[in-house]
T-cell receptor, first 112, second 115 residues
Framework: SQQGEEDPQALSIQEGENATMNCSYK?????LQWYRQNSGRGLVHLIL?????REKHSGRLRVTLDTSKKSSSLLITASRAADTASYFC????????????FGQGTILTVHP | DAGVIQSPRHEVTEMGQEVTLRCKPI?????LFWYRQTMMRGLELLIY????????DSGMPEDRFSAKMPNASFSTLKIQPSEPRDSAVYFC?????????????FGPGTRLLVL
């Protein structure tokens, strides 16, 4: 199956709650990235975590990486209606050309 | 910087017609990627270039699809002849490859509808 599979496929929460999305992958990686896609728009890079890192923060985002389990999670704290979007994990590894392998994404809906 | 520029933003055509999608990457970036996104198949990598050279076109669905990158600031994706199943949003993305921490910058996409 595909590298970078997100779980859950869809998540619906209330504003102010935390949202956690998970990503699993199959092969060794150099880094793992998370992207957001608002409806009708292109993907936007959120955060990158290297294979030798375990946790990274950026504002309300927290990403963890467990290379032994080949999994990552993205936590969005204190969610806002504007966080409503699709979130994709993408893995990079094995080439020096910048190729990423994207998962199917998690659709996050934050209700005001 | 203007970001990745794609044109047209929307394209409606009839089956059998030739379609050409255009992309201008971010200045200074050396890798360029073409993706296709549909509800059924998600985001698919079609082809990517590094320093204007095609590296991997294994994602191109059929011979009806072709892509070129004649210089560092322009790329095209052509579908000839187009079919209804080609209807999708096509994204171009670029990145500056410097080791293994590259991020990709996506254009706004071209929404293609083949009737």
């Amino acid at each position: 199956s595909q590298q970078g599979e997100e779980d859950p496929q869809a998540l619906s929460i209330q504003e102010g709650e935390n949202a956690t999305m998970n990503c699993s992958y199959k092969t060794s990686i150099n880094n793992l990235q998370w992207y957001r896609q608002n409806s009708g728009r292109g993907l936007v890079h959120l955060i990158l975590i290297r294979s030798n890192e375990r946790e990274k923060h950026s504002g309300r985002l927290r990403v963890t990486l467990d290379t032994s389990k080949k999994s990552s999670s993205l936590l969005i704290t204190a969610s806002r209606a504007a966080d409503t979007a699709s979130y994709f994990c993408a893995t990079a590894g094995g080439t020096s050309y910048g190729k990423l392998t994207f998962g199917q994404g998690t659709i996050l809906t934050v209700h005001p | 910087d203007a970001g990745v520029i794609q044109s047209p933003r929307h394209e409606v055509t009839e089956m059998g017609q030739e379609v050409t999608l255009r992309c201008k990457p971010i200045s200074g970036h050396n890798s360029l990627f073409w993706y296709r996104q549909t509800m059924m198949r998600g985001l698919e990598l079609l082809i990517y270039f590094n320093n204007n050279v095609p590296i991997d076109d294994s994602g191109m669905p059929e011979d009806r699809f072709s892509a070129k990158m004649p210089n560092a600031s322009f790329s095209t994706l052509k579908i000839q002849p187009s079919e209804p199943r080609d209807s999708a949003v096509y994204f171009c993305a670029s990145s500056l490859v410097q080791g293994f921490q590259e991020t990709q910058y996506f254009g706004p996409g071209t929404r293609l509808l083949v009737l």
